[in-house]
């Protein structure tokens, strides 16, 4: 404790406090914690002396502008509304896929499906709406009712009845039930037999269709060369009956069958590969037709058949036989739906050409054209299709049989041709192409007619 000075000593003498002078008038300074808080509620309490002047700037919590602007000046113009937002951009679309289509895709029909209860067995106009429909089983079962029943048939040969019978038959080749068909027409005998003359003038019943369907029957059950015959034999029947008939109608409604039989004729011929037997038929029939729209389908026809052959040159000749038969491209021709057919025959006709030549893309365009032309063909889509693939684009050819299919259901539907070459696409597009015929299979089970053969779908 040495040199620290005793308590008391040494220490200096405390100081007189020295006064200092008041602060200004006004209000002190506000502290950072006194901005913060929030003003107090009520009015300010009372304090003795005279009221202090008014604050030079106004509280750091008071935020109105007006209040800040100096007298009689005008008040600040109110701030402009923030610019409205635009509107959000939509989803964008879901990135295609194979088969995506047929999963959403309703299938709505261009006709109102006939009610099974609105039918009465034995009417046969609205039998016949049902067949133009493709509800063949309720045609089936409809006519099996009729001719079954005591009764409600008119008899056995009548013109009802063998119309009925007609149908019956009918139903059963479209269903692929080919055997009970050829069972029934063979119960059926001879159909010029006299029991069957029951027209009121004494002629023969049978309908053209049942003569039709029994000379078909034989190849439904791999007899090709018997078909061929009943069908050359049905041609001939007709041309006789053409020759005798006693007014222009009947002679055009004969010939009209008669080239409807020529022309199973050369189907079959072509499925026997026997092209230049075809060829023959068809020349055949372009010198007889009754009028030049019909001779350029049949001029078209031939065309195609030499490019079986692998004459070009002789498939140019037959298309522009057909060309020059059709009229010019400017004269309207539209069916009764407003599609020029023949336009896209001789477009269709163009790209074959190009096709045999190897001038793809020029293909491409010409079956473009036919399609625009003509959309509801599906010749047209089909080419079109096959078009996209030789060109590279197979996603381009599904597109447009995917259209197809699902923008005219009741047109392309039922065509066996479009879903085969659709699933042989899928084969070697889609990732999964069981789940993408899965997918089409399912959806033509819900809107094709009773007579698609779905193994066309090839699962």
């Given at each position: 404790m040495d040199g620290a000075p005793?308590?008391?000593?040494?220490?200096?003498?405390?100081?007189?406090?020295?006064?200092?002078?008041?602060?200004?008038?006004?209000?002190?300074?506000?502290?950072?914690?006194?901005?913060?808080?929030?003003?107090?509620?009520?009015?300010?309490?009372?304090?003795?002396?005279?009221?202090?002047?008014?604050?030079?700037?106004?509280?750091?919590?008071?935020?109105?502008?007006?209040?800040?602007?100096?007298?009689?000046?005008?008040?600040?113009?109110?701030?402009?509304?923030?610019?409205?937002?635009?509107?959000?951009?939509?989803?964008?679309?879901?990135?295609?896929?194979?088969?995506?289509?047929?999963?959403?895709?309703?299938?709505?029909?261009?006709?109102?499906?006939?009610?099974?209860?609105?039918?009465?067995?034995?009417?046969?106009?609205?039998?016949?709406?049902?067949?133009?429909?493709?509800?063949?089983?309720?045609?089936?079962?409809?006519?099996?009712?009729?001719?079954?029943?005591?009764?409600?048939?008119?008899?056995?040969?009548?013109?009802?009845?063998?119309?009925?019978?007609?149908?019956?038959?009918?139903?059963?080749?479209?269903?692929?039930?080919?055997?009970?068909?050829?069972?029934?027409?063979?119960?059926?005998?001879?159909?010029?037999?006299?029991?069957?003359?029951?027209?009121?003038?004494?002629?023969?019943?049978?309908?053209f269709a049942l003569r039709l369907i029994r000379a078909d029957l034989p190849r439904l059950l791999g007899r090709m060369s018997e078909s061929l015959d009943a069908h050359y034999a049905l041609a001939e029947r007709c041309s006789r009956e053409a020759n005798a008939a006693a007014d222009e109608d009947e002679k055009t409604r004969w010939s009209r069958r008669r080239d409807c039989a020529l022309h199973a004729a050369v189907n079959l011929h072509l499925g026997a590969k026997d092209h230049l037997a075809a060829l023959a038929r068809l020349d055949w029939l372009a010198r007889r037709c009754a009028s030049t729209a019909e001779r350029a389908v049949v001029l078209s026809l031939a065309g195609r058949v030499h490019l079986h052959l692998g004459d070009v040159d002789g498939a140019r000749m037959c298309f522009d036989a057909a060309a020059a038969a059709a009229g010019p491209d400017d004269e309207p021709r539209d069916d009764d739906d407003g599609y020029d057919y023949t336009r896209a025959q001789r477009a269709i006709d163009a790209g074959l050409l190009a096709f045999a030549t190897k001038e793809y893309a020029t293909g491409k365009k010409h079956f473009e054209d036919a399609l625009r032309v003509s959309p509801r063909d599906p010749n047209a889509a089909n080419n079109l299709a096959v078009a996209h693939v030789y060109v590279g684009d197979l996603a381009g050819g599904v597109k447009v049989l995917e259209r197809a299919m699902t923008t005219d259901v009741t047109a392309n539907a039922q065509k066996e041709s479009l879903a085969t070459n659709l699933c042989s696409m899928y084969e070697l597009l889609a990732p999964e192409p069981v789940v993408a015929k899965r997918a089409l299979a399912g959806w033509l089970g819900r809107v094709a007619p009773d007579d698609l053969d779905l193994t066309c779908t090839r699962l």
């Open positions: 005793p308590p008391g000593a040494g220490a200096p003498p405390p100081r007189e406090p020295v006064p200092v002078d008041p602060p200004p008038m006004g209000p002190p300074p506000p502290t950072a914690a006194a901005a913060a808080a929030p003003p107090p509620m009520g009015p300010p309490p009372t304090r003795a002396g005279p009221p202090p002047p008014p604050p030079a700037f106004p509280p750091p919590h008071h935020h109105d502008a007006a209040a800040s602007a100096p007298p009689h000046a005008a008040p600040a113009p109110a701030p402009a509304p923030p610019p409205a937002r635009p509107p959000a951009p939509p989803p964008p679309p879901p990135a295609w896929r194979p088969s995506a289509v047929f999963e959403r895709a309703p299938g709505a029909m261009t006709f109102t499906p006939i009610p099974p209860s609105s039918v009465r067995p034995g009417d046969l106009v609205a039998t016949h709406a049902l067949a133009r429909q493709g509800a063949w089983r309720l045609v089936l079962d409809k006519t099996k009712h009729f001719l079954l029943t005591p009764g409600s048939s008119p008899g056995a040969g009548s013109p009802q009845w063998l119309a009925a019978k007609t149908y019956q038959i009918a139903s059963l080749v479209k269903l692929r039930s080919h055997a009970a068909a050829s069972e029934e027409m063979r119960a059926l005998g001879d159909l010029d037999d006299p029991r069957y003359n029951t027209n009121a003038d004494g002629s023969c019943a049978t309908p």
